[in-house]
């Protein structure tokens, strides 16, 4: 086993430092009994109680789960149908153009692509609020879809596609019996990546938002303006926990996938020797 | 049960003027841009015929069996399958199945679900489903894998499957795309067999794409020899072993002598060629071929003898040389001799007796020599 140096301990600690230390405090700090946001008094979950108090809290959080979970959705089923269209129709003219306007909304500031939406839709008259905050995430989170199952698609052997074909299964059966289960972990995690930059987007969503749709996100920038209390510190504290949780789940349902699968080839090997 | 000989001994549909092509390849001819995968090809294949296409890789031999499967369309030219036009009509309403080279089992279901799912798609009521599956397993020696995903198969178990998925939905012609690639050479030799006897037991007609010039011989009725697209000889594999119409085919298959010249006399059966290292060769040949022209004699390496003293009718169809390399093979000897003016000609003779010291050695003076019928005289 190599050896941890000094120099190797330091950097990891400040790498890790950097990463956690500022999440560290606030979830300590949202245990804390004082009203008082930097000085510990003692444990105390009642901040976390007097948040089911908090109606506009409350409120906010069930738009963005409602946005999240709508927009994660959709941009899912556009962005798997982009990645298809890239990877499989390889010959149709403009594709290096298509391919890089998919991929576009990855690298632009956020402001860009919040204030475009936002002319767009004054432009077209649509009334801002819940769905105009849905379809912008929609049109974000579809890119990264995309790349997660593209990226999936190119592994993918097509001959098992002609081969339903081959036994009578017309393209859209072969389609959803075939190609969607086997490309399915990767749809999936595409969703929870949707889902979770769905959750925590602020700049797009103050961008495209409009009267009665404030999201979470939104919601604690207002309220932090006035000063932090510790009742943001445990709301904070919830929403870490979902999106971890998320992330969490998604890489424990490729890594069994995966290991499930070694294991079957293993004794599959075993059983011929 | 009837051995296989006794039935394929008299099989010779493409003898009979009166019968029918099943599959016609009329002029079809398949381009990729610039590429031209297949070129002008006219092809017939007889109802239940064990059909070969052979040829080096990129020779248009998987576009063309692709093309019949209905995943290419032609460019230009017909396919006719049992009197019906194929042209327009999709891989999936076409009565033929194919068994692809990476198998191309469905890795998210069971060896059953593999084996039901063409049936599935035709309607078929469950209970037959069930039934035909474990027939296909039992046809395969599968019973005991129905459950396991493919990924918990060894290569010659999915290769299995796939041939079950393949001869579930009972298919006019089965089309198998490089079927044995994957396997060992036991295993490969051994399913050879398998494979002819499943086709005689069923009465298929089946079309195998190989590369494998061994393969195409042990089970096919008839090869066909592909190069650049076009069809080089169809025939049966004796045929193409003792009778290749070109010096492409005799070099393609098999070990063989090609000596060139040019005609000195061609008359009752026999031609004379004089060859460019001056061996006088005398063929029976009904070619028409005029004095003067130039020719190539393809003799195989286990029809030459090789000798130490020189045989009764030389200097005619006879060389001397010297013994060059020696392989053996246990089962046979190859010479390579090398005759006066530098070529090396290969003769192969059968260890027919038990013997540690062969008589031929090393860097001896030998004839090698060669029967009136032990050869080809090709045009070149």
Redesign the interface.
Known sequence: MAKWSRFNIVSVILGFGFLYLPIVLLVIFSFNESKLVTVWAGFSTRWYAQLWHNQSLLDAAWVTIRVALLSATCATVLGTLAALALVRYTRFRGRVLFSGMVYAPLVMPEVITGLSLLLLFVAVGLDRGFWTITLAHITFTMCFVAVVVQSRLLSFDQSIEEAALDLGATPVRTFFAITLPVIAPAVFSGWVLAFTLSLDDLVISSFTTGPGATTLPMKIYSQVRLGVTPEINAICTILIGVVAFGVLVASIVTKRRELQRERDERAAFAAIG | MKSLGSIRRSFAPWADPASKPFISFKNVTKKFGDFTAVDELSLNIYTREFFALLGASGCGKSTLLRML???EQPTSGEIILDGQNLAGI????RP???M???Y?????MTVESNIA??LK??GMPKADIAERVAQMLKLVKLEKFAKR?P????GGQRQRVALA??LA?RPKVLLLDEPLGALDKKLREETQFELMDLQQQLGLTFVIVTHDQEEAMTMADRIAVMSYGKVIQVATPAEIYEAPNSRFVADFIGDVNIFDGTVATAEDGRVRVETAGGVPIRMASSQKLSTGARAAVAIRPEKIRVTRQAPQHAPLNAAEGEIWDIGYLGDMTVFHIRLKDGKVVKASSLNAVRAVEDPLGYDQQVWVSFGEDAGVVLKD
Do not use: E, I, T, W
């Open positions: 499967a209905g995943f999709p891989p999936y309403r033929v199945n194919m692809f080279q990476s191309a089992l469905f890795p998210h799912f063409g798609q035709d995903k990924h918990q198969l060894s998925r393949s939905k």
